[in-house]
C-alpha cells in the first residue's frame, strides 16, 4: 500500500468497432477506505466492465479492449494481481452481447476469429479476482470462472442460460463449471439455465468467499493486496500450477509441480524469504 492519492484512472486507447471505451482500468487500485483512506494498492490493478446500460453485456469488443487491458498489465512488473469487476450493482456482466451473436452462423463465428480473445484471456499469468455483485450469467460466467477466483456479493447468482436461446456455452462453461461444480450439479444448471444464488455458488465450491452486497469490490481488493504482498514469480508459479491440477493427468501435474518448485530455488526471492524466516524479520521481495 503507498501513501498517496490514487491517481486518475487510467484507461488505454482501446477503441475499435463503434469507439466507445468499454474498459476502464484504475491502477494503482484506490485502496479499501478500511485499509487507508486515500492511499492506493501499489501493485494492484482494478479493471472494471463499463457497460451498465447493457448489464456489462460483452460484446466483441468490450472482449478485445478486457484482454488488451489485461496483457498489458501482465506485462508490467509492478502490477502482481488484478480485481476484474462490472459497472453499476446489477451485474457482473449478463453474458455475450444477444444483439451482436443473434445473425452469427458458425461460419461467421469461425471466421471472425472473435473468440481468441478467450485462449488469451487463459494465457495472463497474473492472479486475477473476479469481484461478482448481480449476475454473472453465460459468458459473464464465464469471465468468473476464467479468473483465478471469485468473490461474491450475497445478491450474485450465476448461471449458463445459453440453452434457453437454443445454444450451448461456448466459451469454457461446460468445462470450466464442470470442474469447479462437479457434473451433476454443472449438468442441471447447463441444461436448464436456471441461474445459482452465492450461497449455492459458495456451498459448490465455485466461489472463494461470499459478503456483503456493498463489500464486494473492496473485499475482492484486499484479497488482491494480500496475494501482491507475496513472492510475484512465486505468485505466478503457484498460480500456473493450480491450474495445471484440471489441466493435466495427475502425474504430470506432479512432474511439472517439482519441477516448478525446483526452479524457484534459483531465484533471489526463495534466498530472501527463507533468510527473513531464519532471521526473524519480514522478507522484502525483489520479484527476480
Ligand atoms: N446482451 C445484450 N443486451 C443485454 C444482455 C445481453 N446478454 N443482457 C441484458 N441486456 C440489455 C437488455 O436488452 C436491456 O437493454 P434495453 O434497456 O436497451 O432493452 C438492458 O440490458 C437491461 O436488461 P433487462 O431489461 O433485460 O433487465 P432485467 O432486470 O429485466 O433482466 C436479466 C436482467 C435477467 C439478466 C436479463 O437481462 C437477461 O436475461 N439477460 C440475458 C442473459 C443471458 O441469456 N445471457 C447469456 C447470453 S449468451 C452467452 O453468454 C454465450 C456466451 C458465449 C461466449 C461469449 C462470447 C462473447
Redesign the pocket.
Known amino acids: 500500500m503507498t501513501e498517496t492519492p490514487p491517481s486518475n484512472e487510467t484507461a488505454p486507447d482501446l477503441r475499435s468497432g463503434g469507439g466507445a471505451v468499454l474498459i476502464r482500468v484504475a491502477f494503482p487500485a484506490p485502496a479499501p477506505a478500511a485499509l487507508a483512506p486515500m492511499a492506493v494498492l501499489a501493485h494492484v490493478a482494478l479493471v472494471t466492465l463499463d457497460r451498465p ?3 456489462n ?2 460484446s ?1 469488443d468490450l ?1 478485445d479492449q478486457l484482454v488488451e487491458a489485461l496483457e498489458t498489465l501482465d506485462r508490467d512488473p509492478a502490477c502482481r494481481a488484478a480485481v476484474i469487476t462490472g459497472s453499476g450493482d ?2 457482473f456482466a ?6 451482436e ?1 443473434a445473425p452469427q452462423t458458425s461460419a461467421s463465428l469461425t471466421s471472425g476469429r472473435r ?1 481468441d480473445v478467450w485462449d488469451r484471456l487463459a494465457e495472463v499469468g497474473l492472479p486475477l479476482i473476479a469481484a461478482v455483485r448481480g ?1 454473472a ?3 459473464g460466467c ?1 469471465l468468473a470462472m476464467a479468473c483465478d477466483m471469485i468473490v461474491a456479493a450475497e445478491d450474485a447468482g450465476f448461471g449458463q ?2 440453452i ?2 437454443g445454444v450451448m ?3 469454457g462453461g461446460t468445462q470450466r463449471l464442470t470442474r469447479a461444480i462437479g457434473k451433476a450439479r454443472a449438468m442441471e444448471l447447463i441444461l436448464t439455465g436456471r441461474t445459482m444464488s452465492a450461497s449455492d455458488a459458495a456451498a459448490a465450491g465455485l466461489v472463494t468467499t461470499v459478503v456483503p452486497t456493498e463489500a464486494t469490490v473492496d473485499a475482492a481488493l484486499e484479497l488482491a493486496e494480500r496475494i501482491a504482498a507475496m513472492p510475484p514469480l512465486a505468485v505466478r508459479a503457484a498460480k500456473a500450477a493450480v491450474l495445471d491440477a484440471a489441466d493435466r493427468p495427475l502425474a504430470a501435474g506432479l512432474a511439472r509441480e517439482r519441477e516448478t518448485f525446483f526452479g524457484l530455488f534459483d531465484t533471489q526471492d526463495q534466498a530472501e524469504g527463507m533468510a527473513a524466516f531464519i532471521e526473524k524479520r519480514p522478507p522484502v521481495w525483489s520479484g527476480r
Open positions: 446500460e447493457a448489464l453485456a460483452l466483441f472482449l446489477r451485474a449478463a453474458g455475450a452481447d444477444i444483439r451473436l473468440f449476475v450469467l453465460g459468458g464465464e442460460p445459453e434457453r436461446l456455452p461456448g466459451a
